[in-house]
C-alpha cells in the first residue's frame, strides 16, 4: 500500500495529504473556546491570549524558511517526521504551563513543529501532480481538511465541559503521535531530484522565487485573505462567549457556517479548475472577499447584538476564502519544481508572518465590541484586492 499512496489516482494519498494539512488548523480551532479559561487561569488579559495564537503563528512562520531547503536536501519524509515530533513535545510542554510566558514559548515551538505538515503536504501534492493537477489536488485537500475546523472547536468545547483546558493539548499531541506512525508506514519520499544546503545556493533559490513577476503578488494576496480569516478566529471565543454570552459547548456551532463556506469554496474551485485558468478564480476569490467583508461591515453595525450578522458573512468570506488559496499555491508553485520545498515553504512564511502580525494588531483593540475585528478585516480585504486584480492584469499582459 505504501508504494500505491504515491499514485496520483488513489484516495489514500489525498487524505493523508489533507490530515498533515489539518493539523495546522486544529493547533489554532481546538484551542480558541479555551482561551477565556486560560486567560483566568493565568491571570492576564485578551491582548496576551492573541499573543498565544500570534507566537504560535510566528514559529509557524520562520520555520518555512529552514522547512523548505531542508525538504529540499534530505527528502520530504525525514523532515515531515522530525517537525511532527517537535510538536508532540511542545503540546505536552502546553499542558503544562503555569504561566502566560511559558505557553507563549511551548505555543511558538508547536508552531515551529506544526509548519512542517501544511507545507510538505503541498509539496508533496507539486511531486506528485505535476504544475497543473496540483490546483485541482489541493482543491480535494481543501476540501477534505476542512473537517478540522467543523469539529475542532466543538470537540475542544465539550472537552471542556468534563476536564480542563490542558485536555485539549493532550489531545493534540496524542493526533500528532498518530500521523507519525502514518507518515513512517504510509508515505514513501517524492523528492524528485537533491538540491543543495549551501547559502549561496539556498540565497540563488530564494532570490528566484522573489524576483518572479507573479509569486510575491500571488502570496502576500493569499497571505492577507489567509491573515482575515485568522484574525477572526482569534477573536472569536472572546466575542461570541464573553461579548454575546454564547456557552463554550456550544461554541463550535457558530464555526459551521464558515466550514460549510470553504468546503463550498473548496468544492467550486476544483470543479472551476478543470475550465478556468487559477489567476482568474483567484480574481474572482478576492472580488467575494471584499464583498463579505462589506457585508460584514454593514450587518455587525446594524444587528450588533445577533451571532447571524457575524457568522453569515464569515461563510460568504469562507467561500471567497475556498477559491483563492488553492489556486494561489498552485499559481506560486508552478514554474518551481526543481525547488517546490522552498517555495511553498517561502509562501507559508509571508502567509502566516501577515497572520502574526494581524492577529497581534487586532488583539490590540479588541475589548467590548467586534467593531475593531471587522475593521482590521475589512482593510485587509481592500489589500487583497489590489493585489489580486494586479496578479490578474501581469497574468493577461503575458498569456500567450
Not at 494519498?13 to 489554532?28: E, F, H
Not at 457556517?257 to 485558468?277: C, E, I, N, P, Q
Not at 467586534?370 to 497574468?395: D, E, F, K
Request: aromatic letters at 8%; proline letters at 6%; a positive charge.
Amino acid at each position: 500500500m505504501a508504494k500505491r499512496l504515491l499514485d496520483p489516482d488513489s484516495p489514500w494519498l489525498l487524505a493523508l495529504l489533507a490530515a498533515l494539512v489539518a493539523l495546522g488548523p486544529l493547533s489554532v480551532d481546538m484551542y480558541l473556546p479555551a482561551m477565556p479559561a486560560m486567560m483566568r487561569d493565568f491571570g492576564t488579559d485578551i491582548s496576551q491570549m492573541h499573543l498565544t495564537l500570534s507566537s504560535y503563528l510566528t514559529g509557524f512562520a520562520l520555520f518555512h524558511l529552514a522547512c523548505g531547503p531542508l525538504a529540499d536536501r534530505f527528502g520530504r519524509k525525514p523532515i515531515l517526521l522530525g517537525g511532527t515530533l517537535l510538536f508532540v513535545a511542545a503540546c505536552v510542554g502546553c499542558s503544562r504551563s503555569d504561566t502566560v510566558g511559558e505557553m507563549l514559548l511551548f505555543r511558538f515551538l508547536q508552531g515551529i513543529g506544526a509548519c512542517v505538515g501544511p507545507t510538505l503536504a503541498r509539496t508533496v501534492a507539486r511531486d506528485v501532480f505535476g504544475p497543473t493537477g496540483a490546483a485541482r489536488a489541493l482543491s480535494l485537500i481543501a476540501m477534505l481538511m476542512a473537517l478540522a475546523p467543523a469539529v475542532a472547536p466543538t470537540l475542544g468545547g465539550v472537552l471542556l465541559l468534563v476536564l480542563p483546558w490542558e485536555s485539549v493539548f493532550i489531545f493534540l499531541g496524542v493526533y500528532a503521535a498518530t500521523m507519525i506512525i502514518l507518515i513512517q508506514v504510509f508515505l514513501p519520499e517524492s523528492l524528485p531530484a537533491v538540491q543543495s544546503l549551501h547559502p549561496r545556493v539556498i540565497a540563488r533559490n530564494y532570490g528566484e522565487l522573489l524576483v518572479d513577476p507573479f509569486f510575491l503578488t500571488v502570496t502576500v494576496t493569499s497571505g492577507l485573505v489567509y491573515a482575515g480569516l485568522i484574525i477572526y478566529l482569534a477573536s472569536s471565543s472572546f466575542i461570541y462567549i464573553e461579548m454575546l454570552g454564547v456557552p463554550p459547548q456550544y461554541f463550535g456551532l457558530v464555526f459551521l457556517g464558515s466550514v460549510a463556506g470553504y468546503m463550498a469554496g473548496s468544492a467550486l474551485s476544483a470543479r472551476l479548475s478543470r475550465r478556468h485558468d487559477s489567476e482568474r478564480i483567484m480574481r474572482l476569490g478576492v472580488i467575494l472577499a471584499m464583498l463579505a467583508s462589506c457585508l460584514l461591515l454593514a450587518c455587525s453595525r446594524a444587528w450588533p447584538a445577533s451571532v447571524l450578522a457575524l457568522m453569515l458573512p464569515m461563510m460568504l468570506y469562507s467561500i471567497a476564502m475556498g477559491l483563492v488559496l488553492p489556486h494561489a499555491m498552485a499559481i506560486a508553485l508552478r514554474p518551481f519544481a526543481h525547488i517546490a520545498g522552498t517555495a511553498s515553504a517561502l509562501l507559508g512564511f509571508i502567509q502566516m508572518s501577515l497572520s502574526a502580525g494581524a492577529s497581534a494588531l487586532t488583539g490590540q483593540f479588541l475589548t467590548t465590541t467586534p467593531q475593531p475585528m471587522v475593521w482590521i478585516l475589512l482593510a485587509i480585504s481592500a489589500c487583497s484586492l489590489v493585489l489580486g486584480l494586479r496578479a490578474h492584469s501581469l497574468y493577461m499582459r503575458t498569456k500567450p
